[in-house]
Nanobody, 112 residues
Framework: EVQLVESGGGLVQPGGSLRLSCTAS????????IGWFRQAPGKAREGISC????????WYANSVKGRFIVSGDFAENTLVLDLKSLIAEDTAVYYC?????WGQGTQVTVSS
C-alpha cells in the first residue's frame, strides 16, 4: 500500500520561505512521478508542481513558477518543495500525490 506523508507546513510572513517534504512508502513502480497540489479555502484543488523519479522532468504551474522549486531524494523516497517569496494567495493545504494516492496534507498560512 502506497502511503504519502507531508510535513513542513506552518505560518510564515509574506516574502518568507518554507520547505515542505513528502515521504513516500510502498511505491513499487520503477518509474513514477509525484505531484504537489494545494487547496485554498473555498477553491478547487490546484496542481502546482510535479517531478518524475529520475528528477529529469519537472513542471510548475504559472502561479508558482520562479518561486517554488521541487527536488527529491528518490533513493529515500522523499520529495521536497521549497516555497520562496510567499504571498497571501499561497495560503492553502498542500498535498503530495501519485495521483492514485494522496497524503493528508500540510497547512501553509502566509500572513503578517
Amino acid at each position: 500500500e502506497v502511503q504519502l506523508v507531508e510535513s513542513g507546513g506552518g505560518l510564515v510572513q509574506p516574502g518568507g520561505s518554507l520547505r515542505l517534504s513528502c515521504t513516500a512508502s510502498g511505491i513499487t513502480s520503477a518509474d513514477y512521478a509525484i505531484g504537489w497540489f494545494r487547496q485554498a479555502p473555498g477553491k478547487a484543488r490546484e496542481g502546482i508542481s510535479c517531478v518524475n523519479n529520475n528528477g529529469r522532468h519537472s513542471w510548475y504551474a504559472n502561479s508558482v513558477k520562479g518561486r517554488f522549486i521541487v527536488s527529491g531524494d528518490f533513493a529515500e523516497n522523499t520529495l521536497v518543495l521549497d516555497l520562496k517569496s510567499l504571498i497571501a494567495e499561497d495560503t492553502a493545504v498542500y498535498y503530495c500525490t501519485t495521483w492514485s494516492n494522496w497524503g493528508q496534507g500540510t497547512q501553509v498560512t502566509v500572513s503578517s
